[in-house]
Each structure stands twice: as C-alpha cells, then as structure tokens.
C-alpha cells in the first residue's frame, strides 16, 4: 500500500514556528531533486506537527532517530488510512500528546493487533529517547521479515500467473484468520490456475499451502500427500525454498503421528537446504520444528543444542516473535532438567520480547512458566506475583474471547474481537492454554471449564479436529478433578475418538489414559486396565518412553488396588528402570514411591523403606517440594509399621512443615491424619482427636471429599475404640455419605464395613447385617473378591453372635469357597478356624476338631505362627470337652511354647483350657 495525495500534503514540513492551529489550510509542499546528492527535500511555507518527534518539538537536534520517528507514523498510515492524531483538532493538543507521550494504543487498533512484528517496529520507532529507537538498516532487516507481497503488471500476459499466486496468497491469508474452508478453497482454485498455465513454482507453492490448511484439520494422511506432490514438483524444477517449506509440512505432519524418525530425517534434510542457499528464517524454523521433536523423544541435549542454534539465529535477523518462542522451548527444556536458573533466565527473556511486541499470550504463558519456576525454588511472593499478573492477562483476554464464542452480544462484536486478538486458531490456543492455566494453577474449576468449552466450540467451527480433541483432553482432566466422572468420561471417550481417526496416535493413548484413571478412582479396576493397557501398547508402539513409563506406574496402580502386589511390583521396577535411562528423575521417583506403598502392604517394610528413602533423595535433589514430603509420608508409616514410633512422628512432621510451606493443603492434611493415627496407636485419643479435626479443617479449604471422608473413618474408629458410639456412627455415617456421592465402592464398602462394627458394639444386629450386605454389595460391584469373602466371614461371626448356627455356617462356607478360588491360604485357614469355632456351640465336637486340626496345618504351611497357635487353642478346647485331656495337654503346650516365642500373652481360650486341665489333674 501507499499513502495517498492527502498523506503527501500532511507531509509538507518547513518552520515549526510557522504552525497554525488549522491544519486543513496547509499548502502542498514544494519537491526538490539535488544531482549532486541524489537528495529529495520537501519545502513549504508551514510545518505539519503530526509526525514531529518530541526532541524536534523541543527544539533538540534533529537527526536521523527523528526521521525514524516519522517513519513510524507512515506505518501507521499506511496500515490504517488514518493521519496521526486524527481525532485532534489544534496543533496545541498534538505537541502535548507527542511530548508527553500520548500515543496510539496500536495493539489495541483493529488492523494492527495481528501484525505483531509490524506493531514492535512501529513502538522501536517511538521510543522516547532518540538513542534507544531503532535504526534505518535494523527497520530495513525487520521489515523485510514482515510478510508481504509485491503487484505484478496488470496485462493480458501476465494475468493468469498473477491470479495464481494471487490465490495462493489468499489461501494464505485465509489459513492465518483460521477459516479453512476458504483458505482450502482459494489453494484448490489457484491449483486448477497453476495446472493450466504450466505455473510448476505456483502449483507447488499452493500444494504446500493447502497441506497446511489439511494439517490444521488434523487430516494428516491428506497433508502428507499434497507436501510429497509439492516435495516432487519443487525439486524437479529446483526451487529449493518450495522443496525445503514441503519438507518442513511433511515433518510437522510425521511429529503429529508420533513418526519422530521421519520427522527428524525430514527436517533435518530442510535445515540443510535452507542453511545452503542462505534463508535464515527458514533455517530457523525448521530448527525450532526439529528441536520439538527432540523434545517429544525426551532428547533433551539435542532439544536444547537446537533450541539455541534456532534463538541465534531468530537473535540475528531481528525476528522477535522467533527468538521469543524459541526462549519459551528452551525455558521448558531447562525446566524438565531442572536447571531452573536457566530455565529461569529463558523464561524472563522471552517475557521481555513479548511484552515488548505486544503478545499478551505469549507474554502471559511465559509468566505461567516463571511461576511454576518460583514455586519450585520456594520463592512464593515472586511465584505469586507471576501466577497473578498472568492470570490478570490471561482472563483480561479470556473475557473477549469468551465473549466470541457464547454469540449473544458477543457474537456482534466478533469482527471487532477476530481484528483484536488475531484469529480463530489464536483465539482457540489462547482459551486452551487459559483452560490449562486455570486447571492447574488456580484450581478455578469453572474457570477451565469455561474456557475449554469456549476453546472446543471455536475448534469445532474452523474444523481444527486436533485442537477440538486437546480441548476435550482438558475438559476431561477438570470434570476428573471435581470427580464428576461421568461427564469426564465422555469427554475422554470423544477425544479418543478424533484422535484415533485423525491418526494422532499420541492424543489417542493420553486420551486412553485419561479414561483409566477416571475408571481407577471410580473404582472400576478392570476398565481402567484395560484402557492403559490400550494405552501402554501405543506408546511402546511410537517409542514415546515417557508415556510408557508413566502408564506403566498406572497400570502397577491399579494391580495394586486390587491386592495383585506381584503384578504391581513388576509394572513398577518396569517403569522406574524406563525413567531412570532417559533421565526423568520425577517419573523414577513416583514409581518408587508407589513401589513403597506395595510393599508396605505386603509388610515388607525394609523394601518399603528403601523406596521410600530412595524417592525422598531425588525428590530434594531435584528441589520437587511437593515429592519430597510425599516420601516423608511413605517413610512415617514405614516406621510406624515397625513399631518405630519416633522416627515415624519426625518423618511426618516434617512432611507437614513442608506442605504447609507450599501451602499444599491436601498434603498437609495426610500429615495430620497420619500423626492422628499414630496418636491413637499409642493410646493418645484426645491429641489424635485434635490431629484428625485439623486435618478435616485443611480439606475443607479444598475439594478434597476422598480425604476427608478417609480422616472421618478414622475418627469414627477412634470413638469407637473409646465406646463413643453415637460419635462414632455419626463420623462413619458422613464418610459413607460422602463415598456415596463420589460413586466410590470402595470407599462405601470400607465405610460400611466399619459401621457394621459399630452396630455390633451395640448390639444392633439388623443394622449391622445390612451395613455388611451394603459392604459385600460395593466390593461386587468392584471385584475385590478377598474383600467380599472377608464380609461373608462377618456375616457368619454376626450371625454366630445370635445363635443362627445354620445361617453362620453358609456364610463361613461361602468365604471358605471365594479364598479356595482365589488360592489365598491364609484366609482359607481363618475361616477353618471360626468353623471350629461355631461347631463347638451345639456340640459337634468331631467337626469341630476337623475344622481346628485343618486350620492348624494351613498355619504351619505358610509359617503363620500365630495362627497356628490360636488353632492349637481351639483344638486343645475341643479335645477337652471330649475328654481327652492327654491329647489336649500336648495341643496347649505346643500353643503356649509358640506364644512364649512370639513374645505374645496366652491365648483367653489357652489360659482357660490350662487352668481346667490343672484342676484335673
């Protein structure tokens, strides 16, 4: 464009003691040409003050940086059609608002917000002190950065060619706004254009155009096909920056289906070529396309080599935006390393370029990332700080697009917010990356709810099928955080659906994982199996290690939950070694951690100790805060399980100094409850009390329904160890109520359960029967069958208790029939034993023996030695009240030498069968 005659006029500079308050009556300016200079000088009888600059007005010298000051404006001009300080009429207020520097908000201009590299030159132009503005050869290698097009001649000749390339151009433009329909349209017009007139150069540039708008759509197979047509063309006629842009689309489109090899050798091959003939810009870009690539691949040298080679470059040309973003990849990279000085110093560096430039988002995302960075550091004011100021600019432009997206009064002000914020595609990444930032550093649930709908419906209408999957990727994460787990659900589900049929492998297998961990906490254990095995199976597939290693440590989750510890085991050692060799210290810890809590339960307490410690040191090695705390937990109740009661009071402590530092509220809570029951171990019920209500008080100040559901199981406990039983059913009843709305199983059949015990202690026997058919009912549902048959088991003790032998009897041999399947000696023996016990009562002394003599030798085969004793007791019971007190002395001695050994006091039943046999003899 150019400025047109009355932009010329307004440029007739001569006196600035000559200014009159009427502009309109200026005279045209005389043009003077000097042969000996080749100088051009404009002279008139006045001055127009609009493009002055602040010294010149101050009667300062007048130089070269008060020419670029002028040149600012006819940015301006040219990009707007208006003159500067339009809306002023006096020359008084135009010398006020210059000097005082009252000017443009060009960002905020409807035609210039999206040309964020035009606007950063149009503010080097206007900087205040002439020294620090930007100079004619910097202007000159910026602007030629800034994309354009020059008009061919208008003639018969031409006018096909130009129509071509004109299309291609549009198909550009098009493809910028996110209207891909047009974008495709203009690509596949300007193809039939090129393919007439023989155009090979301008059918291969629209190949590589339109292979864009397919990438966009996610339609990956059609991308890959039209980028080798444009690959071929190019280098057949030897048009090497075509061949090199195909090259670059084709390895984009490999990345998204997870091809990293293909995409590296892709890439690697336009980086060459456009390194050989010398296009800086796109050497660069094709580094930074080759650097995220590595990153996927969890290179982290190369990523970073490359990152840095892509930054001096972008650096060298003046390409702002390029070396801003290449500083947010390496931030990231620095930051998965935990080099956080560096990641630190990219990150403030990239803030810099993009506050400058104007690129709120890009400026916001970089503060996100500083203040993950603090927090990590423990420097929570300068964390705070930053996770504001990008909140602030995060929802300042969430408003308008939010706006864009409802329709209503916003729909009639969508020209007006597409001109602001750039496009569709912005506007929709923007509202993702709000979406992510809401999720997971505010924990502002409707907030992420809201700007990822807005996101999906605006990827929905431009037909990015990608972007629409992410989206729901993200709503299924925040439905997940608020356990409203059938809505997550489906949002996982439509995610994996357009991830699988756009080919994104990788968005599949995220989206498979979503869907198992909302299974797991549901608890739906099989499902959620099968979903990461799903998803395990196309990571290893693709080579993504870390997403291997991270579902590995779900899956050993899962086979944990349901007591399949050898199973878990295996999974976890597996992923523990896979992050261990790329070098992803948080994944190896997690996984230890878990293989910890394995451990614990099996009562393998010095293996749990050592994970536990293990985790713990990399966790403060590499400053996770978070981690290390959680370790402490696994570490206190590994001591407490061995009876160490100081060392596991200190570990937790410091645990909740820690969380509470960070003030990680859920963390600190596990402290309290965990010192809570440690507490009530030693008979400490009013301090252990205190410990629980505490930690009641920090989840509340939370969504944290599962962890206080579990502290008022424990206080439920706690009353009824101390006969407070109304207390006791109350607590226990609220944590039911609470598993109940969480459609939790498990939690209502572990709440039930101890409500069943509190029935009993009163002698309620209906009540407790049907809170243990509620319990038995849960575990079905699922499939903990160990826990169903331990339920059957007190079923037939409550129903011993009222003397309905035949009623206990099916019980018990229902439980005897679960652990027989399930090969679980141990429960198998105890069911022996309760057998004998309920034979004795009515008198059926033989079976009785049976049962005893048949629980004695299970014991003794899985070297339960206290098992093996309580059987020897009862065995000693039953043979004395046949009168056969010599076989029963041997029994009792054998039972009272096992519990001498053990430590342990005599058995009730051992002491009354001793002191009868005394009395015979």
Known sequence: MKANGDDLEELGVADVGACNDDIAESTSPQVKFSASTLELTLTGPRFSLRWTAPEVLRDEMQDLPSDMWALGWICWEVMTGKLPFEELNKDTAVIMHTIKGKLPAIREDAQLSHVLMLCGLMSDCWLSQPARRIDASTFERKISLVPSETPLPNTRDTQKTRSARLLVNLGEIYGLQSD??????????????????????????????????????????????????????????????????????????????????????????????????????????????????????????EAEKTFNAAHKIYSRIGNDLGAANALNYLGDIYRIQFKNKEAEKAFNAAHGIHSRLGNDRGAGNALVSLGDIYHAQLRSEKAEKAFNLAHEIHSRIGHDLEEEARGGEGFQRRPEIHSRIGNDLGAAEALLELGETYRTQSRDHVGAEKAFNAAHGIYSRIGSDLGAANALLGLGKTYHAQSRNREAEKAFKAAHEIHSRTGIHLGAANALEGLGEVYHDQPKYQEAENEFNAAH??????????GTGDVLVNLGKTYYAQSRNQEAEKALNAAHKIHSRIGNHLG??????????????????????????????????????????????????????QLRNQEAEQAFNVAHEIHSRICHYLGAGNALRSLGILYSDKGKYDKAESYYRQALALYARGSYGRSSAKTLLALGKLFHTQQRHLEAEEAVTEALAIWISLSDEAGRAHASLLLSRIFSSQAKYNEEMDAL?????????????????????????????????????????????????????????????????????????????ECFSQARAVFTAILDEEGEAKSLAGLAWVLTLQGHFG???????EACEIYTRMGRPLSDICVMVWERLKHME
């Not at 023989?198 to 096909?225: P, T």
């Open 180 to 301: 891909y329909a047009k974008a495709e349209s203009h690509c596949l017009s300007a193809i039939e254009v090129a393919t007439q007139t023989q155009d090979e150069e301008a059918l291969g540039d629209a190949l590589n155009v339109l292979g864009d708008q397919y990438h966009n759509k996610s339609k990956l197979e059609e991308a890959q096909g039209v980028y080798k047509q444009a690959h071929e063309i190019h280098a057949h006629i030897g048009n090497d920056v075509g061949a090199a842009n195909a090259l670059c689309g084709l390895g984009r489109v490999y990345r998204s289906q997870s091809k990293h090899g293909d995409a590296e050798k892709a890439l690697i091959a336009a980086h060459e070529i456009f390194s050989r003939i010398g296009n800086d810009l796109g050497a660069a870009n094709a580094l930074s396309d080759l650097g995220e690539v590595h990153h996927l691949q969890f290179k982290h040298s």
């Open 588 to 641: 190896a810890a997690n996984a230890l951690e878990c293989l910890g809590e394995v451990y614990c339960d099996q009562s393998k307490n010095q293996e749990a100790e050592k994970a536990f410690d293990a985790a713990h040191k990399i966790h403060s090695r590499i400053g996770n805060d978070l981690g290390a705390a959680n370790a402490l937990l696994g570490l206190g109740r590994t001591h407490r399980a």
């Open 887 to 893: 076989d029963a002395k041997v029994a009792c001695c």
């Open 773 to 849: 058919i509620q319990a038995e009912a849960a575990f079905v549902q699922i499939g903990n069958y160990a826990a169903r048959a331990t339920t059957f088991h007190h079923m037939g003790t409550a129903q011993l208790v009222q003397s309905n032998y035949t009623e206990a009897q099916e019980c018990y041999r229902l439980a005897q029939a679960i652990f027989l399947s399930l090969d679980d000696a141990h429960g198998e023996a105890t069911v022996l034993h309760s057998l004998g016990m309920l034979n004795v009562l009515p008198e059926r002394y033989a079976e009785a023996e």
């Open 537 to 546: 199976e196309i990571h290893s597939r693709i080579g993504n290690h870390l």
